[in-house]
């Protein structure tokens, strides 16, 4: 059976969690997203959680340093060890060099291209189920009952804090300079498969998927 090492790149808003989620349950494989974990950390108020969370509301990345150890420890459990999908993570270039320290190969690198203005347009209608962390969107996906999670039945969905304006293009401002030379460096690794983000969530699913279909 291949083995699937897998990440997501691309903007804030690119729609990495909903394809990360959708290739998973295909393949298989755990979702390995940093910003899920983080939040959850946030959520219990752990140390590592109070630490981040004053990065995170100001749409600021986290010290590398943080979420590389979250990363190192999730990947070592059981579940991880036939294959991921990596949805968040890595942002800037030391993390690609401590994934890569870390003796992880990634097989194929799914870049989701958006615009910017695409991306203020969907993190700006953005809700979140603040109990199972499901994501809707108020014109492109709406829950199916107003304001009640179509996952958990969780009555209250939510903007996060970092979708707020101001959080947006500071994000915005962090990708370009942090995150997008990481392009770049995965095509080198020729790892690198580009995949347009625009278009019904589906369709996109597709064509991730059969870009996959060459590994
Ligand atoms: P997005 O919807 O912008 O892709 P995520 O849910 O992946 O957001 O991440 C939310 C926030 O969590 C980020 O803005 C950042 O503060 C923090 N975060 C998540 N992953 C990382 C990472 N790999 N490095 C640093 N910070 C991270
Ligand atoms: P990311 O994890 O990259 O930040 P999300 O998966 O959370 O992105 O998606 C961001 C927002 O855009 C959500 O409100 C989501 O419902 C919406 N969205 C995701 N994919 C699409 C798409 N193909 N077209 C329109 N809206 C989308
Ligand atoms: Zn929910």
Do not use: W
């Not at 691309?10 to 349950?25: D, F, L, N």
């Not at 996060?160 to 997008?180: F, S, V, W």
């Amino acid at each position: 059976m291949t083995q699937y090492r897998l990440m997501m790149l691309g903007p804030p808003g690119a729609g990495k969690g909903t394809q990360a989620k959708r290739i998973a349950e295909r393949l298989d494989i755990p979702h390995v997203s940093t910003g899920d974990m983080l939040r959850e950390a946030r959520r219990k108020g752990t140390e590592l959680g109070k630490k981040a969370a004053e990065f995170m509301n100001a749409g600021d990345l986290v010290p590398d340093d943080v979420v590389i150890g979250i990363v190192r420890e999730r990947l070592e459990e059981e579940d991880a060890a036939g294959g991921f999908i990596l949805d968040g993570f890595p942002r800037t270039r030391p993390q690609a060099e401590a994934l890569a320290e870390m003796g992880v190969e990634l097989d194929a690198v799914i870049n989701i291209d958006v615009s910017d203005d695409e991306v203020i347009n969907r993190l700006g209608g953005r809700l979140s189920c603040p109990s199972c962390g499901a994501v809707y969107h108020e014109e492109a996906k709406p829950p199916s009952k107003d304001n009640i999670c179509d996952e958990c039945g969780h009555e209250g969905l939510i903007t996060r804090d970092d979708d707020r304006p101001e959080a947006i293009k500071q994000r915005l401002k962090g990708y370009h300079k942090q995150t997008a030379p990481l392009i770049e460096f995965y095509e080198k690794e020729g790892v690198l498969k580009n995949v347009s983000g625009v278009g019904d969530p589906n369709s996109v699913t597709e064509a991730i998927v059969s870009e996959l279909e060459d590994l």
